[in-house]
Nanobody
Framework: VDLVESGGGLVQFGGSLKLSCVAS????????MGWYRQTAGSQRELVAT???????TYGDSVKGRFIISGNYAANTIDLQMDNLKPEDSAVYSC?????????WGRGTQVTVSS
C-alpha cells in the first residue's frame, strides 16, 4: 500500500488547513487510517483515526479543533484542522493499518506562525 499526503503548508495562528491522504495498492485489507504528527526530538503523536466503519478517535490536544473524515470507497481520508496553534506545527503522516501490515506516508509539513 502506498500513501500520499497533501495539503500541508504555512498558516497563521488561528487559521485552517486541510490535509488529504490517498491510498493505493492492496487497499482492501485496510481497516483503519489516520494521521499522526511528529516534531524533531519528540515521539510520534496520535492526531486522529477513522475506521472503515466510521469510528473515529482523536488525540486530546486536537479534540474540538480537528475533524477527520474518510471515504474508503475512494481510499482517501481528510483532516480538517481549524483554530491552528503554533504547537500544532509538525510533520503530519498518514498511516494505514491492514490485516497483515501497517503502512506510512512520507509526511507533509504543517507550520503555524504565531
Amino acid at each position: 500500500v502506498d500513501l500520499v499526503e497533501s495539503g500541508g503548508g504555512l498558516v497563521q495562528f488561528g487559521g485552517s488547513l486541510k490535509l488529504s491522504c490517498v491510498a493505493s495498492g492492496s487497499v482492501d485489507e485496510i481497516y483503519v487510517m489516520g494521521w499522526y504528527r511528529q516534531t524533531a526530538g519528540s515521539q510520534r503523536e496520535l492526531v486522529a483515526t477513522i475506521s472503515r466503519s466510521g469510528s473515529t478517535t482523536y488525540g486530546d490536544s486536537v479534540k474540538g479543533r480537528f475533524i477527520i473524515s474518510g471515504n474508503y470507497a475512494a481510499n482517501t481520508i481528510d483532516l480538517q484542522m481549524d483554530n491552528l496553534k503554533p504547537e500544532d506545527s509538525a510533520v503530519y503522516s498518514c498511516r494505514a493499518i491492514g490485516t497483515r501490515s501497517q503502512f506510512w506516508g512520507r509526511g507533509t509539513q504543517v507550520t503555524v506562525s504565531s
